[in-house]
Nanobody, 122 residues
Framework: VQLQASGGGLVQAGGSLRLSCAASGRTFSNYAVGWFRQAPGEEREFVATISPSVRTTYNADSVRGRFTISKDNAKNTAYLQMNSLKPEDTAVYYC????????????????WGQGTLVTVSS
């Protein structure tokens, strides 16, 4: 499956962005999706994941209550709605997909998008 992440940009602290992850090449409903982020000089960090059937979601503690992951299998697209953004949310955000259950570790994922940059100014 090929993934294309989009929706990043520059936003002020307290603002919102919605990232999209468009999939092609396979039946998206068979895949769990994860969002990860990587700030300069830092390791890739788990943000959120959703199961293939969209029944199960899980967020990192750092974004719980602010970010929401969703997935529209009919549109082959996953989303990350980000509200109440903070400067420490600044990073390149990546979407990833895997067959099977939702997962929070990068090594669990077989397919990756190219990343989209989110910059939050204070």
């Amino acid at each position: 499956v090929q993934l294309q992440a989009s929706g990043g940009g520059l936003v002020q602290a307290g603002g919102s962005l919605r990232l999209s992850c468009a999939a092609s090449g396979r039946t998206f409903s068979n895949y769990a999706v994860g969002w990860f982020r990587q700030a300069p000089g830092e390791e890739r960090e788990f943000v959120a994941t959703i199961s293939p059937s969209v029944r199960t979601t899980y967020n990192a503690d750092s974004v719980r209550g602010r970010f929401t992951i969703s997935k529209d299998n009919a549109k082959n697209t996953a989303y990350l709605q980000m509200n109440s953004l903070k400067p420490e949310d600044t990073a390149v955000y990546y979407c990833a997909a895997r067959r099977g259950s939702a997962a929070s570790t990068p090594v669990s994922y077989d397919y990756w998008g190219q990343g989209t940059l989110v910059t939050v100014s204070s």
